[in-house]
Each structure stands twice: as C-alpha cells, then as structure tokens.
C-alpha cells in the first residue's frame, strides 16, 4: 500500500523556519520524482519545489532561495527546508511522488503569522 506521511507543519513567525518531512512507502522511492506542494484558502495547488531521481532540483520563483528541497532515499524521505517564512507561505503543503503513476500525501499545515 502506497503512502506518503508529511510532518513538521506549525506555526511560526514571519522571517522564521521550517522544516518539512514526507516518508514514503509502498513504492520504488529512488526512482520517483519528488515534489512539494501548497494551497492556500481559496486559491489553486501550486508546485513548490521538485527534486528528480538524479537530484535535479527546480523551485517556483516565489520561494526560490529561500526553501531547499532534498531526499535520501536510504529513508525513503523528502524534506523541505523553509527558511525566512513570510505571511503569504501560509497554506497546507503536500508531497507528491510521481513517474509512471502519482500519489500524494494528506498534508501538512503551515501558517506563518505573528
């Protein structure tokens, strides 16, 4: 049975960080892209963040020197490091893995508030 478990949401202030966690199972980790994702209330799910099988990363420009994608596939767990966090990056992040299928987690909430 596929699974993937994000933790690591919260809480936190403007200008401070995150970090993210998805644990996979159930499929052949090291050969799926990975990717986060977010939705804040009332608007569409967008990309974050994807690293490849051969850990080529990309980022939305939003987020861009800011948060740090990364997996190891010993654990069979992507993270996302969320640093200088402002009040727009409030949303629930989901982790998705895909090649020839797609699965996603359940979520993770973060909000960034004072």
């Known amino acids: 049975q596929v699974q993937l478990v994000e933790s690591g949401g919260g809480l936190v202030q403007p200008g401070g960080s995150l970090s993210l966690s998805c644990a996979a199972s159930?499929?052949?980790?090291?050969?799926?892209?990975m990717s986060w994702y977010r939705q804040a209330p009332g608007k569409e799910r967008e990309l974050v963040a994807i690293i490849t099988s051969a850990y080529g990363t990309n980022y939305a420009g939003s987020v861009k020197g800011r948060f740090t994608i990364s997996r190891d596939n010993a654990k069979n767990t992507v993270y996302l490091q969320m640093n200088s966090l402002r009040p727009e990056d409030t949303a629930v992040y989901y982790c998705r893995a895909s090649l020839v299928r797609t699965y996603w987690g359940q979520g993770t909430q973060v909000m960034v508030s004072s």
């Open positions: 159930g499929f052949t980790f090291s050969s799926y892209t």
